[in-house]
């Protein structure tokens, strides 16, 4: 069956979200360009808006502890619409509103909150929708719809920043509130399955244990997931002050990450079937150490384009594998809570490593930093390799018979 085929034959309310994170993503224009924002029409400082946008961050973190509660009590689509309705509402306040720096710093808590709590919704919704054999695909077209998304988003935030910022935040608004009002329409209210008979006490013993394993996966996981932040931090730096060269090859590392990322994804997951779980993550660790090692023995511009594309193939694999595994082995009414912990591993990256590594770099240089880089996934793949894993996925009831299908 053709990709098309099989994306079609996922459920409805599965594709609809498909849709509605790439209109989300593709409404991205206010992060992206956040820091100019502040300095440029808010006339503070580059360290006022550095610390306010560090402050703000913690929003991240929050968001992703919350997801999983709202979405055991009050249903997948309402954390969904919830978190899309927060972020717009912070930027609706970012962009009208004109206060003392603490306001700024609490109306982009509030928005990242809401940044913060979309995926592991949307990683829990797609776990209730799909049956084993179906995740990774779907997974696969999540991630690439984000992935498309963030590919157009700062260049459409770009463009419309260029005529007003009032344009760029109203922008981000809009399609937010596209994607809720899609979400709202066509995602059952509840989509949780029906439960089943309460397990003996030996099997929950196993299946906390399970989950234990599964936590400490997740955690891991960090090891993929720094890197990826740390050269959002040091590419720009080190292109421009180590290199010498223009920004415009930083915007051709993510036109490269996004093309790898389109014209792979899916043939990836074509064969990730035929590979357990640890030899995938172990292949994605051991592409993404190739990609450092490129950098830290052999800096310069040709150097950084070809680590871009194996280093992506390392990050396609990892960000299929760690939601597949959680929706698989995880008991179902704790999926939500791991899914919520995996938004925090990268959440939690987004504010250590930059300031980690900026520490590092103002004391040592680059060299020290791309080691560093190189090092994080190299301890993730001894990790892996040596962690229990469950091999095979539990078997669910049907996807296409959730608890309630009302809207």
């Known amino acids: 069956m053709s990709w098309l085929g099989r994306f079609q034959a996922l459920p409805r309310p599965l594709r609809m979200l498909v849709y509605a994170s790439f209109i989300n993503r593709a409404g991205m224009f206010v992060f992206p360009l956040l820091a100019v924002y502040l300095v440029q029409s808010r006339h503070l400082s580059t360290g006022e808006a550095g610390v306010l946008i560090s402050v703000g961050s913690t929003g991240l973190l929050a968001g992703s502890l919350l997801s999983g509660p709202v979405c055991g009590r009050a249903g997948r689509r309402a954390a969904l619409v919830t978190s ?55 997974y696969t077209v999540s991630y690439l719809a984000n992935n498309l998304g963030m590919g ?34 066509f995602v059952p209210a509840d989509t949780r399955r029906v439960p089943v008979a309460s397990p003996a006490a030996s099997t929950r013993r196993a299946g906390l244990l399970r989950d234990l394993d599964v936590a400490v996966l997740v955690i891991v996981s960090f090891c993929y997931v720094a890197p990826l932040i740390g050269l959002e931090y040091t590419l720009p730096l080190a292109v421009t002050t180590v290199l010498h060269s223009s920004v415009a090859v930083v915007g051709a590392v993510y036109t490269i990450n996004s093309v790898v990322v389109v014209s792979a994804s899916l043939l990836i997951e074509k064969r990730m079937k035929a590979y357990s779980t640890r030899a995938l993550l172990v292949v994605a660790g051991l592409l993404w150490s190739t990609g450092m090692a490129v950098l ?41 809570g791991f ?13 250590v490593v930059p300031m980690g590594l900026g520490f590092v770099w103002q004391t040592g240089g680059h060299q020290p930093v791309l080691l560093l880089l190189l090092l994080t996934p190299v301890v993730g793949v001894v990790a892996f390799a040596v962690l229990r894993m469950r091999p095979a996925a539990r078997s669910v009831p049907s996807p296409a018979e959730p608890a309630t299908a009302s809207s």
């Open 339 to 351: 899914m919520a912990l995996n938004g925090f591993v990268l959440s939690s990256a987004r504010l």
């Open 84 to 138: 899309l309705l927060l972020n717009a509402v912070g930027y609706l306040g970012l962009a009208l509103l004109d206060g003392p720096t603490w306001t700024y710093a609490a109306l982009l808590f509030v928005a990242l909150v809401g940044m913060g709590m979309f995926a592991p919704a949307a990683n829990t919704l797609i776990a209730d929708l799909t049956a084993p054999e179906q995740r990774p695909f779907a």
């Open 296 to 336: 830290v023995f052999a800096f310069s511009l040709p150097a950084v384009l070809l680590s871009t594309v194996v280093w992506t193939l390392g990050e396609i694999i990892a960000s299929v594998v760690v939601p597949t595994y959680i929706a698989d082995h995880v008991e179902e009414h704790r999926v939500s």
């Open 152 to 185: 157009v988003g700062p260049l459409l935030g770009g463009i419309a920043a260029a005529y007003s910022y009032q344009l760029m935040f109203a922008g981000n608004i809009l399609l937010g509130l596209v994607a809720a009002a899609t979400i709202w329409l």
